[in-house]
């Protein structure tokens, strides 16, 4: 999840999926899903799953088309509890005999609940961690994730890391020494997992150093990979 559309969910996902095979894993025990989208144009994790062989679903059985909301307020779609079993179990599905799924989100945690089928709504049946890729930034950055991680806790979700994207390179340090410190302050059940400078671009074709770009920009990779759980 993460605080706003185009803040880099993906680019995360594509970075994770890089550190796992950098870290060991082999691409037949991971997975990549985006079981519900807005876009349905082809994003560099994608490109990136198929050069590296990992099982991937780019654009999911849910898809955000514009006047959806108004017919399911008019009863012209599934209900709620079939929208969400579907997502599910097409999780569930791509994930069974695989070590690692990443389920990649679709704008803030409270996008979808127009129709009972939010990043929150499909990550509380899971037994899952969530990062929130919040956006650059101090006072407004620290806002939005307050406001979007109160939500995801009213809800019932606990196991939240976060990870602030795009950062200016320039005011890394800066952004880094204030969100730390007043960060865990006003969330002290979070974990802050780093800081990706908005320079690092990651282009798929390089995908052998893609582990190392994501390692250098992502504290404590240990400590990243131990908070989802994942051991080789």
């Known amino acids: 999840m993460g605080s706003e559309s185009g803040i880099g969910k993906s680019t995360v996902c594509l970075g ?9 894993f082999n691409a037949n025990q991971l997975a990549y899903i985006k079981p ?9 994790v994608a490109i990136f799953c198929e050069q590296s062989k990992i099982t991937y679903i780019d654009i999911g059985n849910l898809v955000f088309k514009p006047g959806f909301s ?18 599910v179990s097409s999780i569930l599905s791509i994930g069974k005999d ?39 930034g101090i006072g407004a950055a620290i806002d939005n994730t307050v406001l979007c991680v109160s939500f ?17 390179a320039s005011a890394l340090a800066d952004i880094k020494k204030y969100v730390t410190k007043r960060l865990p302050e006003l969330l002290p059940n ?7 400078g908005e320079h690092q671009v ?14 250098s920009y992502i504290d404590r990779q240990t400590l990243l990979c131990n908070w989802l759980g994942i051991t080789d």
Not at 74 to 86: F, G, I, Q, S, V
Not at 190 to 196: E, V
């Open 190 to 196: 979070i974990t802050l997992l780093g800081f990706i």
């Open 202 to 215: 990651i282009d798929a074709r390089w995908k052998e150093n893609s582990g190392d770009w994501f390692n």
């Open 98 to 136: 695989k070590e690692v799924v990443i389920i990649d989100g679709v704008g803030d945690p409270s996008v979808g609940s127009v129709v009972g089928v939010s990043n929150v709504d499909v990550a509380l049946p899971l037994p899952c961690s969530v990062i929130f890729v919040g956006k650059p």
């Open 70 to 87: 108004r017919d399911f307020i008019d009863d012209l779609t599934k209900p709620t509890d079939e929208l969400l079993a579907d997502v």
């Open 16 to 24: 994770i999926l890089a550190q796992l095979l950098a870290a060991g």
């Open 152 to 168: 995801m806790q009213y809800k019932g979700l606990s196991n939240v890391g976060i990870i602030y994207n795009k950062v200016p």
């Open 36 to 44: 519900v989208t807005q876009c349905i144009e082809k994003q560099p």
